[in-house]
Every structure is written in structure tokens, then in C-alpha cells.
């Protein structure tokens, strides 16, 4: 029996091969042991997007040496002695949509609603719908990464002053 998943990978396998192409089986030999050796897979994109290496998004096929195919399963992933690409998609302007939206969420529960960021957000979901040049890109987080450092710092000062004001009327108290 074969399971159906999700890889993630550069184009290459973690050794450095070439990935094999659609519908070819490639096979691990030697030990399979979960996280160290053999072919790993998640039976959900988003599980298999915490080990992502590359932006190409597999769906595969498994089966290996123990029943159901599969030799170890962990939470979010499992290991197998033999995996084959059924499908594949390059999900770099997903998942720069994705990281976008996670910036936004990010930014609105953190009560960060400055314009430097607002534009930020607005620029990775531009690049990710193919409007915006890269280099502009970077430009934009780059001017966001330093009203963030700025900001962090700012917040930092802030704390120290009120901590050493408080030790100082603790002190005075004493």
C-alpha cells in the first residue's frame, strides 16, 4: 500500500543528486531511521513545509519495508524506503504570499501599524503577484529591517529607564 504526501526540495536531494523525474521510484538502501536516513515526506503541506530546503512542492507516493509502507511516523512527517514524484509546482510566489501574510499578522498582534511596515507587507504580496522587481524588494525590508532594529531599540531604552527608575524608588524606600 502506498501513501500519498508532500516533499519539499531544492531541486537536488539533500545528498546533492538530481531529483529523479515524475513517476520514477527512487529508493533508499542501507538503515531508514526517521530524521536521519531515508526518504522523508509529511501527509500535510504545511508539516512539510517546516523541513523545506527549496521552494518545489512534491506530491509523492510512498511505500518501504514495513506495512502501509511506512517504516516511522512522527507528527509531522514519516520515513519510507521508497518515495515517486506523482506532481510537483515551483511555490516560491505562494510561499512569498504566505510569508507576507504571516508579516501582516505578525505586525497587526504586535500593534505595529507604522507605515514602514504596512508598506513592507504590501510589497512582499506585490512581489509575490510578480509586480515588483526583487532588488526594490529588498530595498523596502531592508528600510523595515532598520525602523524594526530602531524600534527594538528604542523599546529596549525605554525598558532599562523605567527598571532603574523603579530600583531607585525601591532603593529609596528601603
Not at 543528486?17 to 531515508?38: A, K, N, Q
Not at 512582499?124 to 528600510?143: C, N, V
Given at each position: 500500500m502506498t501513501i500519498r504526501a508532500y516533499h519539499f526540495h531544492t531541486g537536488r536531494l539533500r545528498d546533492?543528486?538530481?531529483?529523479?523525474?515524475?513517476?520514477?521510484?527512487?529508493?533508499?538502501?542501507?538503515?531508514?531511521?526517521?530524521?536521519?536516513?531515508?526518504?522523508?515526506?509529511?501527509?500535510?503541506?504545511?508539516?512539510?513545509?517546516?523541513?523545506?530546503?527549496?521552494?518545489?512542492?512534491?506530491l509523492v507516493e510512498c511505500d518501504g519495508i514495513v506495512t502501509d509502507g511506512i517504516v516511522t511516523e512522527h507528527e509531522d512527517k514519516f520515513v519510507c524506503r521508497r518515495r515517486r514524484r506523482i506532481a510537483t509546482v515551483?511555490?516560491?510566489?505562494?510561499?512569498?504570499?504566505?510569508?507576507?501574510?504571516?508579516?501582516a499578522l505578525a505586525c497587526w498582534c504586535a500593534g505595529l501599524t507604522d507605515d514602514v511596515y504596512q508598506r513592507a507587507v504590501l510589497a512582499?504580496?506585490?512581489?509575490?503577484?510578480?509586480?515588483?522587481?526583487?532588488?526594490?524588494?529588498?530595498?523596502?525590508?531592508?528600510?523595515a529591517?532598520?525602523?524594526?532594529?530602531?524600534?527594538?531599540?528604542?523599546?529596549?531604552?525605554?525598558?532599562?529607564?523605567?527598571?532603574?527608575?523603579?530600583a531607585a524608588w525601591a532603593a529609596s524606600d528601603a
Open positions: 546533492g543528486r538530481p531529483v529523479p523525474p515524475l513517476g520514477e521510484w527512487l529508493e533508499h538502501t542501507g538503515d531508514v531511521v526517521i530524521c536521519r536516513s531515508g526518504l522523508h515526506a509529511s501527509r500535510h503541506p504545511a508539516d512539510a513545509l517546516t523541513y523545506a530546503p527549496g521552494p518545489y512542492l512534491d515551483d511555490a516560491t510566489p505562494l510561499l512569498v504570499r504566505y510569508a507576507g501574510e504571516c508579516a512582499t504580496q506585490s512581489y509575490a503577484a510578480g509586480d515588483l522587481h526583487p532588488a526594490k524588494l529588498e530595498r523596502i525590508w531592508a528600510a529591517s532598520d525602523a524594526a532594529s530602531d524600534a527594538a531599540s528604542d523599546a529596549a531604552s525605554d525598558a532599562a529607564r523605567a527598571a532603574a527608575v523603579d
